[in-house]
């Protein structure tokens, strides 16, 4: 099982430079989502004219699902400055491969907890770290995309777009350098890197706000 946990406010607000289509994951129940504080959140954004359109669907980790369920809201998504997605890591991944060059955001961070995950796409997969990356990598997760983990990568060792510990497999910061730089989004590699806070403090936090029922273990 995992938690998702909504980012600060002032950090979701400030994610999309304008007006923002949401898409909501309510998919599986190994994954605990904080419904009703992102519906508050969500409806505050929508009455301050920032949001183009909602979605509320379940597996947006399944790309053929989520393509199913974004074909109705094409115009809101063309009109939007970013999409914000409300989900696991993997969701995020997902919605950002599919939508190309469109801007995607992670409100949430996601954190782990013991028990069983659910169907993840090997080509998505969310390590659970946490303070979740991927708004300063273009959707992809560099703690499962790169063989070493890096956050401010690429390490000496790329070569030829591929990955010094497994040449079969791309290199992880190859593709986020191709993903941003089509998004024209560079810049944002000039951030100083941040440590990335694999404290325990949250975990625990959190946890003790999840309903109990949330994780029970069901047979
Ligand atoms: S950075 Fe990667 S591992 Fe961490 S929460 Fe985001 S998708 Fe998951
Ligand atoms: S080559 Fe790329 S994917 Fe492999 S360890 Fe280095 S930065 Fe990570």
């Known amino acids: 099982m995992l938690i998702t946990q909504l980012k600060d406010k ?11 289509f949401i898409i909501n994951c309510h998919g599986c129940k190994e994954i605990y989502f904080p419904e009703e504080e992102a519906k508050v959140l969500q409806k505050e954004m929508a009455m301050a004219g920032k949001v183009s359109g909602i979605v509320t669907t379940d597996y947006i980790c399944n790309p053929d699902n ?17 999409v914000l997605v409300f989900s696991c890591g993997v969701g995020v991944q997902t919605v950002a491969e599919v939508l190309g060059d469109k801007h995607v955001y992670a409100a949430c961070d996601t954190l782990q907890l013991p028990g069983f995950q659910g169907v993840t796409p090997l080509e998505y997969d969310c390590g659970q770290c946490g303070e979740c990356y991927l708004n ?19 390490c000496g060792g790329t070569k030829c777009g591929k990955c ?26 000039k951030f100083p890197t941040r440590m990335h806070d ?22």
């Open 10 to 20: 002032d950090v979701i607000t400030s994610l999309v430079n304008g007006v923002a």
């Open 66 to 82: 989520l393509k199913l369920q974004l074909e109705a809201y094409k115009d809101e998504i063309e009109e939007a400055d970013g």
């Open 136 to 154: 300063l990598t273009g959707g992809i997760c560099p703690i499962t995309a790169c063989s070493k983990s890096l956050v401010n990568g690429p």
């Open 164 to 189: 010094e510990v497994d040449p079969t497999m791309e290199c992880g910061w190859e593709r986020i350098y191709q993903r941003l730089k089509a998004q024209n989004r560079l810049d944002v590699l």
């Open 198 to 219: 694999f404290s325990t403090d949250m975990v625990t936090k959190v946890t003790k706000e999840v309903p109990e029922e949330a994780t029970e273990v069901t047979e």
